[in-house]
């Protein structure tokens, strides 16, 4: 299994020569099993995901949206491959039954006038939309079987956790957690992971002063995957005023916590 981090800022994307160690594109994960591809959001890191795609010769891959917040869809309409007749894309999403909506409703709605110049029907490849109640089990094929759990964010979100050949990994973002306790679906979603990826997007003593903005801490990332007995935790969806500098303390701090915990970088590559 392997694991490629495109985006990993969280709310809205950065510039700037204060960036360039961690990334500024938001976020955008891929696990690729073999010949499978799967995409976990599809925030502007998915803009440089789409020439790699057509390098490796990929004519599918699936695309799972944590929710469609702006700073987790915004890279969609740029992801170059939707633009080919001979690629196909299922669009999965976890959290829109419950408000009455599909996916293709949401996508469409922020590819359109007069947010958008440019309509969902202009994509040429064959794109399937697939929702689910979040908490559901889904057997994806070729071995790989995707669990799924509610979090706690505005509007809702969906946590995953792809299982293959042995290797587990865990992508949990957006969430907020209630201080002083672990989250018990996230718990049983992760017991045992190799690589949990956790929305680490303020610091313990930065959460107080965001508390309803749906977010999590990067020390209650640490806490949980000991508690799960998790092998590796990935600190992500960074805070866009986490600049490189800000990004390194909370490395260094972090591996002072647990020394299997690391900050995720736009362009890090990891094989489990």
Not at 102 to 112: G, K, V
Request: aromatic fraction near 12%; charge should be negative.
């Amino acid at each position: 299994m392997r694991v490629r981090f495109w985006g990993v800022r969280g709310t809205i994307p950065c510039a700037s020569s204060s960036y360039l160690r961690y990334g500024g594109n938001t976020s955008c994960v891929t696990i690729a099993c073999k010949d499978r591809l799967l995409i976990f959001d599809a925030g502007s890191g998915i803009r440089p995901l789409g020439p790699w795609v057509q390098s490796q010769g990929f004519l599918a891959a699936d695309l799972f949206l944590s929710h469609v917040h702006w700073d987790h869809i915004q890279g969609l309409p740029f992801f170059k491959p939707l633009y080919q007749a001979d690629f196909s894309l299922a669009v999965w999403a976890g959290n829109l039954q419950a408000q009455g909506l599909t996916i293709q409703e949401a996508l469409a709605e922020q590819m359109s006038e007069p947010f958008f110049p440019i309509a969902i029907d202009r994509f040429a490849a064959d794109i399937i939309f697939r929702d689910f109640m979040a908490g559901q089990t889904i057997d994806l094929g070729d071995g790989i079987v995707l669990r799924t759990a509610p979090l706690n964010h505005p509007q809702g979100a969906t946590g995953y956790r792809v299982d293959y050949d042995g290797v587990s990994v865990c992508y949990v973002t957006d969430t907020e957690h209630r201080p002083g306790k672990l989250d018990p679906e996230i718990l049983t979603l992760i017991h045992g992971a190799n690589l949990v990826i956790y929305d680490s997007t303020y610091t313990d003593q930065e959460f107080f002063r965001y508390a309803g903005w749906g977010h999590s801490t990067w020390q209650q990332g640490v806490r949980l995957c000991q508690a799960a007995e998790v092998e590796q935790l990935a600190i992500f969806h960074h805070d866009p005023d986490h600049d490189d500098n800000v990004m390194d303390r909370i490395a260094e701090e972090a591996h002072d916590m647990w020394p299997d915990a690391f900050v995720a970088k736009e362009g890090q590559q990891l094989t489990l």
